[in-house]
């Protein structure tokens, strides 16, 4: 009986000895600094940093592998705000293959198109025929030409110019558009506005292609030739024009090339 208790209090000693072994040991543990898992390598932030500012290299000369360095936030905000066309040029050619040509910039279409165009048409100046025939009815505003159709004479502010159906018409010089419409007498017409108080009108026109406020250049295409009115249909298929200066009608040929 007495060995058996003392079997188990030896037990039970050596159970807290090694309780309290694995205890000093936990212990001892805690005490230092948990290890790293990694190996460490000298110098291995210097290396991170030179990988990124490798990244970030402006392009030498030879060097096809280094990489742009991208603008500041702050310089493009103050890129778009001074130049917004360049900023917008730029973004189109990121997403294609190639930049705008400046001949495209220069030219463009419609109103804007043609803003550098010089309005300059003087007393010196040639206007180019609307379309390339006989005249038919010459100007006259100081006496009376007889017109077949209306079997009467009458004054004839401007050129009643032969020309075949369907015919381009063209615009006689550098102009503005400030009128587009429809005459009983001369059927569908243009007013053009050439510069300096010069004012051109051409008329008996189909298929207008040009629209007011438009820009035009000296040739550029107008329409085309109509049939005629009722007021010219013994004279036959033709272009009504008429040159203004200060609102007063003036003889075109003075100043047809």
């Known amino acids: 009986m007495f060995k058996?208790?003392?079997f188990l209090v030896m037990l039970v000693l050596g159970l807290l000895t090694i309780v309290a072994a694995a205890g000093v040991v936990t212990m001892r543990r805690g005490d230092g600094q948990e290890q790293n898992p990694y190996v460490d390598m000298p110098g291995q932030e210097n290396?991170?940093?030179e990988e990124s500012?490798?990244?970030?290299?402006?392009?030498t000369a030879g060097?096809?592998?280094?990489k742009p360095v991208p603008e500041k936030t702050e310089e493009k905000v103050a890129k778009?705000?001074?130049n917004p066309d360049t900023v917008i040029q730029e973004k189109a050619y990121e997403s294609g293959n190639s930049k705008p040509s400046q001949e495209a910039k220069a030219v463009g279409t419609g109103v804007d198109a043609a803003k550098a165009l010089v309005l300059d048409f003087t007393d010196t100046s040639r206007a180019g025929w609307p379309v390339m025939g006989n005249v038919v009815l010459d100007y006259s505003m100081d006496s009376t030409i007889y017109f077949p159709t209306l079997d009467q004479y009458k004054c004839n502010p401007g050129l009643?110019?032969?020309?075949e159906v369907s015919s381009p018409v063209c615009s006689p010089a550098n102009a503005r558009v400030v009128e587009a419409g429809v005459n009983e007498e001369i059927g569908n017409y243009l007013v053009l506005d050439l510069g300096n108080d010069y004012t051109a009108i051409c008329g008996q026109l189909k298929e207008v292609s040009a629209v007011e406020?438009?820009?035009l250049e000296k040739g550029q295409l107008l329409g085309y030739v109509?049939?005629?009115?009722k007021y010219y249909t013994v004279e036959g298929s033709n272009v009504y024009f008429q040159l203004n200066y200060q609102g007063a009608a003036v003889d075109p040929l003075d100043y047809l090339e």
């Open 213 to 215: 406020g438009e820009y």
């Open 53 to 59: 500012n490798e990244g970030l290299q402006a392009p």
């Open 80 to 82: 778009q705000e001074a």
């Open 160 to 163: 009643v110019i032969q020309g």
């Open 63 to 66: 060097d096809s592998n280094a």
């Open 4 to 6: 058996d208790k003392l």
């Open 226 to 229: 109509a049939e005629p009115t």
């Open 47 to 49: 290396l991170l940093a």
